[in-house]
């Protein structure tokens, strides 16, 4: 099922790539064997030398400003017509240095760690969702060489989300030329195009989808290992899309089996979703706070890094309100 696909012409490694349907992603996260086979699959030693000894968990990190442009025209509600969404930055400057501080972190601390545990990474399949991705990958990039090509840990990426896929046109895509080299997803590409079809409408020639905005979600030629699924739901007689919840479930379960034995760190940043998950008795907290609650839960700490440089408060309440009136550049 694990299919080695060759690395991206615009430059990377090769790569392990798992597609699977959901009901395949199901049959893995219901077996508590299976997770051993799939590590052992993607050829990922969990004894003896050079084997894992830590697990990072990278992300969420949203609200900055690829994530909130993901969709490269706004065609529905308030956006429509606008050209950007600005960040939660006070300038573009801002965000940059902010952005900046991540790169430091990643270099000096981050990538120093993975390297001298051999650890296994998680990644967001989509850089441009996930700051801590995105700056993650980069840094590798940019310091593959001192490694001699081969890096001494792993990067898993993971996604169900066709559908944002499929909404890139863009030719040159790395998800079209993953595609291309995946048999399993070769075979599966038309009850994915179909499925596309009955929730978008006909695609037009040029590879959109009428009345609905152009994502540039795409891979990063970087990750070592793709974790895939179609999302297609396996209960309907003609293809449709359905829930994460198997992929989800996959998902956890690799991760609880890994956390189970090695330490894990998660690590996140930005701005979290709202949006309440109704499955989970969390009121308040958005789909990414109560994975946080979770990890925390399991004993793994949860590490937040704060990316804004803070001024030094001081006055009273009224003299701090004027403060921020007057940095603002009017009333708050």
């Not at 709202?274 to 609650?293: L, M």
Request: contains cysteine; glycine residues 8%.
């Amino acid at each position: 099922m694990v299919e080695d696909v060759p690395g991206s012409p615009q430059g990377g490694p090769s790569r392990k790539v798992l597609f699977l349907t959901s009901a395949q992603a199901e049959l893995l996260a219901g077996n508590a064997g299976s997770m051993e086979l799939l590590l052992s699959a993607l050829e990922i030693p969990m004894e003896g030398p050079g084997s894992p000894k830590v697990t990072l968990k990278l992300g969420p990190a949203k609200g900055f400003s690829d994530h909130l442009n993901a969709k490269e025209n706004k065609t529905e509600g308030e956006r429509k017509g606008l050209d950007r969404i600005k960040p939660p930055f006070l300038s573009d400057e801002e965000e940059r240095l902010a952005e900046q501080r991540l790169d430091i972190f990643l270099a000096d601390v981050l990538l120093p760690l993975a390297a001298r545990t051999h650890a296994i990474v998680f990644v967001n399949a989509f850089p441009s969702s996930c700051l801590l991705t995105k700056a993650f990958l980069r840094m590798v990039a940019l310091h593959r060489g001192k490694w001699g090509g081969a890096l001494p840990f792993w990067i898993i990426a993971m996604t169900s989300s066709m559908q944002n896929l499929y909404r890139n046109p863009d030719a040159h895509s790395e998800w079209r030329f993953v595609r291309q080299h995946c048999r399993a997803w070769g075979y599966r590409d038309a009850a994915i195009l179909e499925a596309m079809r009955r929730k978008l409408g006909s695609p037009k020639q040029d590879g959109t989808y009428p009345n609905t905005p152009v994502f540039n979600h795409d891979f990063h030629p970087e990750p070592s290992v793709l974790i895939l699924s179609d999302n297609i739901d396996s209960n309907e007689t003609t293809p449709k899309f359905g829930t994460d919840r198997c992929f989800d479930a996959l998902q956890t379960q690799l991760v609880s089996f890994l956390s189970a034995k090695l330490p894990h760190v998660a690590i996140q940043t930005g701005t979290p979703y709202k949006k309440v998950r109704s499955t989970r008795n969390v009121d308040g907290f958005g789909k990414e706070f109560a994975g946080s609650i979770e990890t925390c839960a399991s004993g793994a700490p949860v590490v937040y890094l704060d990316l804004r440089r803070r001024e030094p408060v001081c006055g009273d309440h009224a003299e701090r309100v004027q403060q921020a009136m007057k940095k603002v550049g009017g009333p708050l």
